[in-house]
C-alpha cells in the first residue's frame, strides 16, 4: 500500500468520524423546555430508584447465599440444625445425640429422619 492510499485513507476515517459526531454534538446543543426543579426532581427519583433496586438486588444475593450454605451435622449447634426447613427441636437433639456421622445418610440408616425427610433437606446437610 502507497503512502497516498494510507492519506486518503486516514482522511476518510477523518471525515466519517465528523459525519458521524455531528448529530451527537447537535443533540445535546438543543434546548430543553424543562426547569433546574423538574431535572432535580427527576434525578432524585432515579436515584431513589437505582437505591430501592440495588438493596433488592443484596437481599436476593443474601437469601441465595443463605439457602446455598449447607450445615454440618457433626459440628452444628441445635439452632442451626432448627434453622434446616423440617428439622424441629426433638429431631435436632437426636441428630446430636448420635453423632457423628462418616456421610449424611446415616441419618436415614440409624432412624433418626425418614427417607422423605432426608430427601427434603439433602442439598442443605453435609457430614464432615
Do not use: F
Not at 426447613?85 to 432412624?111: C, F, M, Q, T
Amino acid at each position: 500500500m502507497t503512502a497516498r492510499a494510507i492519506r486518503c485513507i486516514q482522511i476518510d476515517v477523518k471525515i466519517s468520524a465528523v459525519v458521524l459526531l455531528i448529530p451527537v454534538v447537535l443533540a445535546g446543543c438543543t434546548a430543553h423546555d424543562r426547569s433546574p426543579d423538574e431535572i432535580r426532581e427527576q434525578a432524585a427519583h432515579a436515584t431513589s430508584t437505582a437505591a430501592r433496586d440495588a438493596k433488592a438486588v443484596v437481599q436476593g444475593v443474601v437469601e441465595g447465599v443463605k439457602q446455598q450454605r449447607t450445615i454440618n451435622i457433626n459440628r452444628s449447634s441445635a439452632d442451626d440444625l432448627r434453622s434446616i426447613p423440617g428439622i424441629d427441636e426433638a429431631v435436632a437433639h437426636r441428630i446430636i445425640a448420635n453423632r457423628p456421622y462418616s456421610d449424611s445418610y446415616d441419618l436415614v440408616k440409624r432412624h433418626i429422619i425418614s427417607h422423605e425427610e432426608y430427601d427434603r433437606i439433602s442439598g442443605k446437610i453435609e457430614a464432615r
